[in-house]
Nanobody, 123 residues
């Protein structure tokens, strides 16, 4: 069982940066693949990035490639560094986890979710 808590969201101007954090509880953190998704009003939940349990495999969604960076540490945290933010990045960002060596890009793949953190990018 894993519980996830996101933090770091807020309001930023276009071109700015934010760093989201996801704190995970549980004793087997190292065997969980961690991911970030986002959901804008009226839209489906969208894949942002995923990092495998070992940290050796990382995949990004096309809209964020080259601007966002996902990482994780051994203190049960994962991070999403977001640079060059655009108004279209505005959404609620969710941290997700699955007990697997490697994950995927579909929300259905993930068993555990945080409550979400709002990111708003003004133009």
């Amino acid at each position: 069982q894993v519980q996830l808590v996101e933090s770091g969201g807020g309001l930023v101007q276009a071109g700015g940066s934010l760093r989201l954090s996801c704190a995970a509880s549980g004793r087997t953190y190292s065997v969980y693949t961690m991911a970030w998704f986002r959901q804008a009003p009226g839209k489906e939940r969208e894949f942002v990035a995923v990092i495998s349990a070992s940290g050796g495999s990382i995949v990004y969604g096309d809209p964020v490639k080259g601007r966002f960076t996902i990482s994780r540490d051994y203190n049960k945290n994962s991070y999403l560094q977001m640079n060059s933010l655009k108004p279209e990045d505005t959404a609620v960002y969710y941290c997700a986890a699955v007990r697997a060596i490697i994950g995927g890009t579909s929300p259905a793949r993930y068993d555990y979710w945080g409550q979400g953190t709002q990111v708003t990018v003004s133009s």
